[in-house]
């Protein structure tokens, strides 16, 4: 059965934690559906990736999270202090635990990006809340490319591994309206490869109203910034421990999922999916919706059977 932007029109939650509240999206039908959550990738949002997800709100109950520091998240993000993704993780925990006890049993995790890693990270060190992960090009950089990274922040440096970083930093915060800020993200830089209508959905949930009638991104270039830094979790440790079945999708491209990572993933599931997308850059929610939706329901199918 074919699957289409439909009428399910996602709700807007909030759940308070420590220091503020996590805000969600939330796609829910009529009766008993399997829980899915998303998790977006650094300096996006849960909004970005609606038209993603909207079609299969008909077979899934689906939230979708602003992590800390992006979005309509009020938890605190002081980029001074940010040292790794454990802070997501611990984050996300909580969010799942609400969602697996709303939704009467665990959840299948999806996450894009940053999102993959820390959902990653929640399954190994929840298995009880997760059913099943789908992770597309999450952030599995080699062990040496790390220690480059913390190097190069000991050491306050610019450039090489931390190129990323010094650009979401230097990124524009401030624009005129919504309308003016998506016109100058099409076809440019990472948006290049982007539809129009989810540029509009990145810029519509990553935006704040400024008190002189101008709008700002949610996610500050600071925390972005801070974000691609902050190396100091260990993926590959919590790799070492996944026991939950998985899907990975990887970019052909310029991929942040880098060998050994696939072939460890692989071995933790001998019945897992890993599909390398040859034509595909690290943006696969954006140029191949139509397989992630796919692969999520083959998951599902593989777990319910």
């Known amino acids: 059965m074919s699957l289409r932007i439909n009428d399910v029109i ?7 934690l420590e220091g503020g509240a996590v805000s969600f999206l939330e796609w829910k039908g009529e009766g008993p559906q399997p829980a899915l959550h998303f998790a977006h990738a650094n300096g996006f949002n849960a909004m970005t990736y609606r038209h993603l997800l909207s079609p299969l ?32 993780r611990d984050d996300l925990i909580r969010v799942v635990e609400r969602f697996a006890e709303d939704a009467g049993g665990p959840v299948l995790l999806g996450g894009h990006s940053m999102g993959g890693t820390t959902s990653l990270m929640v399954a190994a060190e929840r298995p009880d809340l997760v059913r099943g992960l789908v992770l597309v090009d999450p952030v599995m950089v080699p062990r040496f490319a790390r220690l480059a990274m913390q190097f190069y922040r000991l050491l306050g440096r610019k450039g ?24 100058a993200y099409k076809g440019r830089g990472a948006f290049r490869t982007w539809p129009d209508e989810m540029i509009a959905d990145y810029v519509e949930g990553g935006t ?33 421990k996944l026991k939950v079945p998985l899907t990975l999708i990887y970019a052909g491209r310029d991929s942040t999922c880098r060998s050994p990572a696939p072939q460890l993933l692989g071995q933790r599931d001998p019945k897992a999916t890993l599909l390398r997308l ?7 929610p954006m140029e191949f919706p139509d397989v992630i939706r796919r692969e999520i329901l083959a998951l599902d199918a593989r777990l319910t059977t």
């Open 160 to 183: 090489g591994p931390m190129s990323l970083a010094d650009g979401a930093e230097r990124r524009r915060a401030i624009f005129s309206d919504r309308a003016t800020m998506a016109g």
């Open 10 to 16: 996602p709700t807007r939650h909030e759940l308070a």
């Open 57 to 88: 709100a008909t077979r899934f109950h689906i939230r979708a999270w602003d992590a800390r520091g992006h979005g309509f998240t009020s938890l605190p993000a002081d980029p001074t202090t940010h040292k790794n993704w454990y802070v997501f």
């Open 278 to 284: 040859g034509q595909a850059s690290h943006f696969i």
């Open 208 to 240: 704040k109203h400024r008190n002189d009638g101008q709008i700002e991104l949610a996610c500050a270039p600071a925390w972005e910034a801070a974000n691609f830094r902050a190396q100091g979790h260990n993926v590959w440790e919590a790799l070492g």
